[in-house]
């Protein structure tokens, strides 16, 4: 019954594994909406991914130079270059609010691919049973055990160019499998309720009774799973991308640092190069998590503190 | 019973045939012919092309049709032959593993079970304690927010090049050479350290934080409530509940074990650390498509293997993984 609880060592986020709650019925959607402006975890993740959000859009409004203009190399943070310059003096901050978007951007991709194959599969497999989820079961299996990281250093191996679409979809092919078994186990016990027998009853199809009686009753949960995916494969991201196994096009988070590491930063004390984009992305992902967690306890009473 | 094993059984060993395969096709999928690549780095006379292409072709095996190279493949798989690796040659690519394998799983699994241990210790306590939870869960939070390469690159930084504690990069001092000693050992743990930390602290988070929301809904549970009901000291509801939280952890123990080989790759290339990681890049680097294929093959085998005792594990641990054999539960 337990969301996303793989802990793998590297870029996996974990939920713990309650059971999940199920969506407020209209009439307590005030009550709802409620709860979520007095948690005060949901407003503060919320407010604080925003900055993010704003700093990703227009930091490259307010950056002072352009990302591809070169100024004298390796210099420390100053009112000219707020961030310092890299190895080829380029302007850090133009890179970090630029490196910003494409994580955002991986991330939504590497989120939506993985909700979207997960559900699929998952009500598939929840709502038909019998062998077609055994052989739906059997693919999830495999997936999950297959590593990413190796299968994708095998194919970068072979492909020259890749580009942020290639690393978010990677990223959701590889990651389905917990949004699958999730679902798949809530489609399982909602099957069995008595206003899906009705739905039954009244002649509705299956696709129709998945889509209006049994998702809606996830729904929350759902969209719970989809801002931990969307973490999750940020964090994913920048491990592909400090390998150099990222987008080929294009600079991301992860890219600075990976940067940063072959011109040997660390060792020359170029703090500002290596710093803080890594401090940006716990930024950003923390925020989400903090909100996901207030976002939790709005929907679930049972979490909330007493 | 049986149908439990036998449907765990047919899973791993498609899961493995579907790995060997992929591991198989990826090369072959690729566009280029691979005598071709390797003969182009010679200046030849058209002649001395063609009879050399076709030589090269048979010893290869890359003339045959790609039904038989597939068979011959898995030949060479099950009878132990991995191939010869090009960049190390002429070292066997599974000596090359068995090599690096020590250092990646000394690196990795003390990392990973500590952290699971100090992880779920830290969330048990912090559940519904208002104090300690209030200082647990934000620190977890940034601790499971932190991209690892960051991490691998702020804490050497600080430990190594500027307070001088701790050595950045290798597996041991450069000076020495690998020996039963003391000066090697010792010099293996100075360099063993800081990898581990990094392992260590960036899943920390994850378990507590895990552990901290599973003792939360077990304390709400109607089995906690019963024992509360009938007088029972909140120190023995919690354990109660600790134990039943543990099980979902087990299971994720058990997938961070697996991935433990391939797991470490960021690690290593961070460090420069001596084992399958760095393996894989000098795979890479070297164009040693065989070492590569090889890697990969091994650890999707250890993936296999600590799934496999994972599941022997629950059957003993969880009684209604038992009681799931006999009937159909969702």
């Known amino acids: ?306 | 019973m049986r149908r439990y094993f036998i449907r765990k059984v047919l899973t791993y060993a498609l899961a493995f045939f579907v790995g060997v395969t992929i591991d198989w096709a990826i090369p072959h999928m690729m566009p280029g012919d691979p005598v071709q690549l390797y003969l182009s780095n010679f200046n030849l006379k058209p002649a001395g092309y063609e009879a050399l292409y076709k030589t090269m072709s048979q010893a290869f095996g890359t003339n045959l049709p790609l039904w038989e190279q597939y068979l011959h493949y898995w030949k060479g798989l099950l009878t132990g032959n991995w191939g010869i690796s090009f960049w190390a040659f002429p070292a066997p690519v599974s000596t090359l593993i068995f090599e690096a394998l020590p250092y990646t799983l000394a690196l990795l699994v003390p990392a990973i079970v500590l952290s699971y241990i100090v992880g779920n210790r830290l969330g048990a306590a912090a559940a519904r304690r208002r104090v300690l939870d209030n200082t647990v869960l934000p620190a977890g939070y940034v601790f499971q927010a932190i991209p690892y390469p960051w991490l691998a690159l702020a804490l050497p930084f600080l430990l190594g090049v500027v307070w001088h504690v701790f050595p950045i990069s290798g597996g041991y001092d450069r000076s020495l050479i690998p020996a039963f000693s003391w000066t090697f050992i010792a010099s293996l743990l100075y360099h063993w350290f800081l990898p581990f930390l990094t392992v260590f602290l960036v899943a920390l988070g994850g378990w507590a934080i895990g552990m901290r929301n599973l003792v939360i809904y077990e304390l709400e549970n109607d089995s906690s409530r019963y024992l509360r009901a009938l007088g029972a000291r909140e120190r023995v509801v919690r354990r109660y509940a600790y134990r039943s939280a543990s099980l979902p952890q087990l299971s994720g123990l058990a997938l961070a074990l697996g991935v433990v080989v391939g797991g470490s790759i960021v690690t290593e290339y961070a460090f420069s650390y001596p084992g399958i990681g760095r393996l894989i890049f000098q795979a890479i680097s070297n164009q040693d498509y065989f070492l590569l294929q090889g890697i990969f093959i091994f650890i999707i085998i250890g993936v296999l293997v600590a799934n496999f005792i994972i599941d022997i594990v629950y059957v003993v641990v969880d009684p209604r993984t038992r009681l799931s054999m006999q009937g159909e539960s969702s």
């Open chain 1, 1 to 306: 019954m337990s969301a996303l609880k793989g802990s793998a060592p590297i870029g996996t986020l974990t939920t713990g594994g309650p059971a999940p709650p199920l969506a407020p019925a209209p009439r307590r959607r005030r009550e709802t909406l409620y709860y979520a402006v007095h948690n005060k975890k949901l407003v503060f993740g919320l407010s604080l991914e925003l900055v993010f959000v704003l700093a990703a859009i227009f930091g490259p409004v307010i950056a002072l130079h352009n990302m591809t203009d070169f100024f004298a190399s390796n210099q420390a943070p100053s009112g000219q270059h707020w961030l310092g310059t890299d190895n080829l003096g380029h302007d850090l901050f133009a890179e970090v609010v630029n490196g910003m978007q494409v994580s955002y951007l991986v991330g939504a991709i590497g989120a939506l691919c993985a909700a979207f194959v997960g559900m699929a599969l998952g009500f598939t497999a929840g709502w038909r049973g019998g062998f077609l989820d055994e052989v739906l079961q059997m693919i999830t299996n495999i997936v999950v055990m297959i590593p990413a990281l190796v299968l994708l250093i095998v194919i970068g191996a072979y492909l020259k160019t890749r580009g942020v679409m290639f690393e978010g979809a990677f990223i959701g092919l590889t990651t389905w499998p917990w949004v699958a078994r999730a679902v798949r186990a809530q489609t399982f016990t909602l099957k069995s309720r008595e206003f899906v027998d009705l739905a039954r009853l009244s002649g509705k199809r299956g696709t129709s009774i998945v889509i209006r009686e049994i998702a809606p009753n996830m729904a929350s949960y759902l969209f719970l799973v989809v801002i931990l995916l969307f973490g999750s494969s940020m964090l994913l991201a920048a491990n592909f991308d400090f390998l150099g196994l990222g987008p080929t096009t294009g600079t991301s988070l992860g890219n600075i640092m990976n940067q940063s590491t072959l011109w040997s930063a660390l060792q020359l004390h170029y703090w500002w190069w290596f710093l803080p984009p890594g401090i940006l992305l716990t930024g950003m992902v923390a925020a989400l998590l903090i909100a996901n967690v207030g976002l939790d306890e709005v929907f679930n009473p049972k979490l909330r503190e007493q």
